[in-house]
Nanobody, 121 residues
Framework: QVQLVESGGDLVQPGGSLRLSCAAS????????LGWYRQAPGKQRELVAT???????NYADSVKGRFTISRDNAKNIVYLQMHSLKPEDTARYYC???????????????WGQGTQVTVSS
């Protein structure tokens, strides 16, 4: 099994920055793809960013150029550095682990409980 614990969410002013962290434990593999998703009230959960074992990243158009995802395989931590935050970034952010092999999904998804990010003046 996999356990994921997100942290770093906070109330921040527009234009501010936050760094989210996700600590993973229990059968985490370097080949796993890691990602961040978010969900605002009344909205569907959406992909924010993903990163593969090889370091390839993918971002939602809405956050491209403002957010950066990274991973520390030795510590089993995935980060999401966010800057130039906008009110529309307000959401609960969830960490995701997906079993992959050569870029293909080979297993299920694992989710954390999420951390709240609120951007408001």
């Amino acid at each position: 099994q996999v356990q994921l614990v997100e942290s770093g969410g906070d109330l921040v002013q527009p234009g501010g920055s936050l760094r989210l962290s996700c600590a993973a434990s229990g059968s985490i593999f370097s080949s796993d793809a890691l990602g961040w998703y978010r969900q605002a009230p009344g909205k569907q959960r959406e992909l924010v960013a993903t990163i593969t074992n090889g370091g390839s990243t993918n971002y939602a158009d809405s956050v491209k150029g403002r957010f950066t995802i990274s991973r520390d395989n030795a510590k089993n931590i995935v980060y999401l550095q966010m800057h130039s935050l906008k009110p529309e970034d307000t959401a609960r952010y969830y960490c995701n682990v997906r079993r992959t092999s050569y870029g293909l999904k080979v297993g299920g998804d694992y989710w954390g409980q999420g951390t709240q990010v609120t951007v408001s003046s």
